[in-house]
């Protein structure tokens, strides 16, 4: 039985596992199994390892898709530009024992969905939240011409090395100026995920309008209290389930290449 799995915490809120087993018994592979490993800590990893020697690939969720890396062996060219990973391929060699190697899949899922939306008026995107998922999101918008600006609680305790060259700021300092140049608003947090699903991030939602496109990378609920006032004032708004299965069949092609 080949073993696939995701890790975070908390995975209330994933929709992964019932994707992934939807998919073994609509293409009848009988050989596949997926679950979900909530880590309470990613020092739990190696344990998850050894446990599970049928293991093949992990999905990796919030909180660890940075600080999986030190965990890993290998990174691809792309993971390793964004400094940030979602999947991991888990090879076997007669010689050196396991090998890990992480990938980022994030940046196909959300490419791929977000493409056919983006018009000349998404010169400029506010992205919300500085983790992995974000710095894939940027990865993605820089190479097709997007500038960005991150918002972020956590502005005193960036790694200085990674905002050089960046612009980041306050939630504080959000003002409509900020709203309106900014046509293309993309929430990379986990606000308002199941089961807190009543919050949301504390823009100026009165300085959106219809020549807004707002997309949460939260897929449950369906449609987040982000989108839900965006939508009120006239935004185009999309939701991460197309990235999520875009992301996972990428992870699936991954997991095949070698195993």
Known sequence: ?????????????????????????????????????????????????SENSNLVGLNVTTPYKETIIPFLDELDETAQAISAINTILISTHHTNGIKLKGYNTDVHGFRQSIKPFLTSL???????????????????????????V????????????????????SYEELNFHVIDSCKLIINCTPVGTFPNVNICPEISYDSITEKHFLYDLIYNPAESEFLKRGKLHGAQTMNGLDMLKMQAEKSWEIWNEIS
């Open 150 to 169: 991150f918002v972020t609680r956590k502005k005193n305790e960036l790694n200085p090395n990674w905002t050089i060259g960046k612009t980041i700021l």
């Open 122 to 148: 998404h010169e400029r995107a506010l992205i919300l939240g500085t983790g992995g998922a974000a710095k894939a999101v940027e990865y993605v918008l820089k190479t097709i011409g997007v500038d960005c």
């Open 1 to 49: 039985m080949r073993l696939f799995g995701l890790i975070g915490y908390p995975l209330t809120h994933s929709f992964s596992e019932q994707y992934f087993d939807t998919k073994f018994k609509k293409e009848n592979l009988v050989n596949n199994l997926y679950r979900n490993f909530q880590l309470e800590q990613i020092e739990m990893f190696p344990t998850l390892i």
